[in-house]
C-alpha cells in the first residue's frame, strides 16, 4: 500500500473540502477543479487527467488510482465508492457539510489503509 500518497490525498481533501465530491471522478471548469480519492490520487502523482477514462480498468480513474495507491480491487472498491462504506461514513459523507464529508472520507482512508 502507499500510505505516503494516501497521506497526500487526505490532505489535499482536507485542505480543498470544496473541490472534493465522492460522486466525480474529475471535472474542472471555470470555478475550479473538482475530485473524488481516485481522482485526486491520479491528479497528485500527476497523471494526464484528461486521458483517463471512467470505468475499472486500465487507463480509467479507478485503475490508475488503485494501481498507484497499492490496492487490491476489493480494497479499491471499499475506498472508492461509498457503497463499500460502513454505513456511519456513508451517512455522514451524504448529510453532512463539505467539511463533515471530508471528515468521513478521511475515516475512510484510515480504515483500508490502517491509519
Known amino acids: 500500500m502507499n500510505r505516503p500518497l494516501a497521506r497526500k490525498v487526505k490532505k489535499y481533501i482536507r485542505e480543498h473540502p470544496r473541490k472534493f465530491d465522492m460522486g466525480i471522478y474529475y471535472d474542472k471548469d471555470e470555478c475550479g477543479t473538482t475530485m473524488c480519492i481516485a481522482g485526486t490520487a491520479c491528479y497528485l502523482a500527476g497523471l494526464a487527467m484528461e486521458d483517463l477514462a ?62
Not at 494501481?67 to 472508492?80: D, I, R, S, T, V
Not at 462504506?85 to 475512510?108: C, F, H, M, Q
Open 54 to 115: 471512467i470505468g475499472c480498468g486500465e487507463g480509467t480513474f479507478f485503475g490508475e488510482a488503485r494501481k498507484l495507491l497499492g490496492l487490491n480491487e476489493e480494497q479499491a472498491n471499499k475506498l472508492f465508492y461509498t457503497e463499500g462504506w460502513p454505513s456511519n461514513l456513508r451517512d455522514r459523507y451524504y448529510t453532512g457539510l463539505s467539511k463533515d464529508a471530508v471528515k468521513a472520507a478521511i475515516a475512510r482512508i484510515n480504515q483500508v489503509f490502517g491509519r
